[in-house]
């Protein structure tokens, strides 16, 4: 008994938001295969009828994660606009919250697997490179400076501090210090 066309697409989609978010939180050396494949419900051998490799698979859940990520900052600034808020200050806000640093499965892939990526394939490297510069784009749009020169600057660095505070936060097993992290950041970004 076959599957229908809008079957298979539904399952390789799945199988990719699964593995999305799993790299999210193991990193892209785990997890296995098989143990994908059993969360979204299928079979080991069905992982063929949909990649040609795990690091396809890879290179397509991580560019899916990269996605995911955009959609939330986009939300974070669409909710702050809607409510007559800085932009800006909501971004830094809902980045450097301790809900989005505890919440590696949802987490933006720009922070979670920058150094996974490092080693990744330049298809992978090149969808983050995309991200960072959707992210400088988005932050730059949001910035009150006239000259671009100094915007562009006062962007990248925006972004380094957003994804390097969320990253040490999540690395230090002090929790005050990771609160001290973030918050500081944050009221770096948006003191005067």
């Known amino acids: 008994m076959g599957h229908s066309q809008a079957d298979k697409v539904a399952s390789h989609q799945r199988i990719v938001e699964i593995t999305a978010t799993r790299l999210r939180v193991d990193g892209l ?6 143990e994908l494949m059993k969360e979204a ?24 994660a990269l996605w ?15 409510g007559g808020g800085d932009p800006l200050a909501g971004l830094i806000a809902a980045y450097l919250s301790p809900e989005h640093r505890d919440d590696l499965a949802g987490s933006c892939a720009v922070a979670t697997l920058g150094a ?3 080693r990744a394939s330049d298809r992978t490297r090149s969808a983050y490179g995309d991200q960072v510069r959707s992210y400088l784009r988005v932050i730059e ?15 990248v660095l ?15 097993s002090d929790p005050e210090l990771s609160g001290e992290l973030l918050a500081l950041v944050g009221d770096a970004l948006t003191g005067p």
Do not use: C, K, N, Q
């Not at 050396?29 to 098989?34: K, V």
């Not at 995911?68 to 809607?82: L, N, P, Q, S, W």
């Not at 749009?141 to 600057?153: Q, Y």
């Open 158 to 172: 925006t972004l380094s501090a957003l994804v390097g505070a969320v990253v040490m936060a999540r690395a230090v």
């Open 29 to 34: 050396s785990r997890p296995a295969i098989g």
């Open 41 to 64: 419900g299928l079979t080991h051998g069905g992982f063929y009828r949909h990649f040609g490799s795990r690091d396809e698979l890879v290179d397509e859940s991580i560019v899916r």
């Open 68 to 82: 995911d990520g955009a959609r939330r900052i986009a939300d974070a600034v669409g909710a702050e606009r809607d």
């Open 116 to 118: 996974d990526v490092a």
């Open 141 to 155: 749009g949001l910035l009150d400076e006239p000259d671009p020169t100094a915007r562009r600057r006062r962007a």
